[in-house]
């Protein structure tokens, strides 16, 4: 593996377990055992690794979603696992988002792109569960539920994380984020879409369990 990718792997690792802003380059040298000096010949700053990683995300995100007309529970179980990997891989980013954002005018340009890659997927998801007779809204609530949807992803973890001292990101945490999505979209489906929704939930339950024992 190249340095550079080494040193991404190593950051979003460390990011991860101790939260972006208690880590510094010196940390994440020496995770790795490289020199700082080699560190910076791939990244002038923490920013830019941070850039890079957060490019990362963006492509993951756009390759988690193909647009269909229709979808079945099969693929709809594996977006939200999909979009479940993303919350995880990458919590580090979903917990202190203000303030990285904050820190980097281009990042959040990349950010608020991002966000909208991930609005046109809900909105894509949500007229194909409609066409299909799962959701019975109108117009005006689908743009509601989307922008709903949307908060609760983006906004989950930051949540769960100023709800205990000392609190951490668990894998059930996000498994529970996943649930809370399936829980809003619930109000707004037909019944066999309410069968569907509850078939999803009974999977991610299931996984919640695993990961508490």
């Given at each position: 593996m190249k340095t550079r990718d080494r040193i991404m792997l190593g950051a979003l690792e460390l990011f991860n377990?101790?939260?972006?802003?208690?880590v510094t380059t010196n940390?994440?040298?020496?995770?790795?055992?490289?020199?700082?000096?080699n560190l910076y010949y791939h990244f002038r700053n923490k920013e830019q690794i941070i850039?890079?990683?957060?490019?990362?995300?963006?492509?993951?995100?756009?390759?988690?979603?193909?647009?269909?007309?229709?979808y079945s529970s099969e693929e709809l179980l594996a977006y939200l696992d999909a979009i479940f990997l993303?919350?995880?891989?990458?919590?580090?980013?979903?917990?202190?988002?203000?303030d990285i954002l904050s820190r980097d005018e281009q990042l959040q340009e990349k950010y608020l792109a991002a966000q909208e890659i991930?609005?046109?997927?809900?909105?894509?998801?949500?007229?194909?569960?409609?066409?299909?007779?799962?959701?019975?809204?109108?117009?005006?609530?689908?743009?509601?539920?989307?922008?709903?949807?949307?908060?609760v992803i983006t906004s989950w973890v930051a949540f769960q994380t100023v709800q205990a001292?000392?609190?951490?990101?668990?894998?059930?945490?996000v498994y529970q984020g996943v649930l809370q999505v399936l829980a809003v979209v619930k109000p707004f489906t037909t019944g066999l879409g309410?069968?569907?929704?509850m078939e999803l939930e009974s999977h991610y339950d299931d996984h919640l369990q695993e990961d508490l024992v």
């Open positions: 377990e101790r939260g972006e802003p208690n940390h994440i040298a020496a995770h790795l055992s490289i020199s700082p000096g850039d890079a990683i957060f490019d990362g995300y963006t492509s993951a995100l756009k390759n988690s979603f193909s647009p269909k007309d229709r993303l919350m995880w891989r990458y919590r580090f980013m979903y917990a202190n988002l203000p991930s609005h046109r997927n809900i909105m894509t998801l949500l007229e194909s569960f409609r066409e299909s007779g799962l959701l019975s809204a109108g117009v005006k609530e689908m743009q509601s539920l989307a922008n709903t949807l949307k908060l001292p000392g609190a951490k990101i668990t894998k059930s945490v309410k069968q569907r929704v």
